[in-house]
C-alpha cells in the first residue's frame, strides 16, 4: 500500500525535474576547429565565469507569464560551452602554471518570444564579455565583447523552438569568440610577453 501511495508522489516529482527549465547548452559534436586554432597550443586558467544579469530568468513566456529559466545555472552553461571551444581549438584548460588567464561574464543571455499572427518569433541573444590576461606577467592583452543572435519563427507552443534559438545563440557568441583575430593574437603574445 505504501509503494501504492509513493509513486505518484515519485511521478510528479520526476515531472517536475523534467520542466524546470530549458536544458540549454552548447552541443560538443558541433564545436570544429577555427582561427582559435592557429595560435600555440595555451595551457588556459578559466575561472568561474560571472553572471552579470540582473535577474536569474532569461525571459517571459506571452501566453501564462511565467518565468522561462535555464536548467542550469547560465554561468555554468557558457563556462562548459568555453571549455569545449578552446578544447576543440587545441587549447587546455588548466588550473595551476597557465599560460593565458581568461575572465568571463555573461551580460545578456535572454529568450524573447514575440506572438505573432501565425505562430512567434523566438529571438535568443547571448553576450559574453571576455578578459585576456597573460599567465606568466599579469599583463592584460585583450578585453573584448562576444554576440550570437538568433531568430526563428515556429510555432507559440512550440517545446524545441526555445532551446534550437539559445544554443544556436550561444553557438554564435562561442563562434564569434573562435573567430576573432584579435584573440588569436592575444594567445600568441603570450610566449613574447614572458620572454621578457
Keep these: 500500500m505504501r509503494r501504492l501511495l509513493l509513486l505518484p508522489a515519485l511521478l510528479l516529482v520526476a515531472g517536475c525535474a523534467s520542466s524546470t527549465g530549458l536544458d540549454v547548452g552548447y552541443p560538443a559534436e558541433g564545436v570544429n576547429r577555427a582561427m582559435l586554432a592557429s595560435s600555440p597550443p595555451r595551457r588556459v586558467a578559466l575561472g568561474p565565469v560571472t553572471d ?41 584548460v588548466a588550473a595551476d602554471r597557465a ?32 578578459g585576456v590576461t597573460d599567465g606568466h606577467t599579469g599583463l592584460r592583452l585583450l578585453d573584448r565583447r562576444y554576440v550570437g543572435i538568433h531568430r526563428r519563427q515556429a510555432d507559440a507552443d512550440s517545446e524545441s523552438a526555445p532551446r534550437e534559438v539559445m544554443d544556436t545563440a550561444l553557438a554564435r557568441a562561442m563562434h564569434d569568440l573562435a573567430t576573432d583575430p584579435d584573440l588569436v593574437r592575444a ?8 620572454a621578457r
Excluded: C
Design 99 to 130: 599560460d593565458v588567464a581568461l575572465a568571463a561574464d555573461v551580460e545578456e543571455f535572454r529568450l524573447d518570444v514575440i506572438p505573432g499572427y501565425a505562430g512567434a518569433q523566438y529571438v535568443g541573444k547571448v553576450v559574453i564579455a571576455l
Design 52 to 92: 552579470r544579469r540582473r535577474e536569474a530568468r532569461i525571459g517571459v513566456a506571452p501566453e501564462s507569464k511565467k518565468d522561462i529559466v535555464t536548467r542550469r545555472p547560465v554561468g555554468d552553461i557558457v563556462r562548459a560551452a568555453l571549455e569545449l571551444e578552446l578544447g576543440a581549438n587545441g587549447h587546455a
Design 187 to 194: 594567445f600568441a603574445r603570450v610566449s613574447t610577453a614572458a
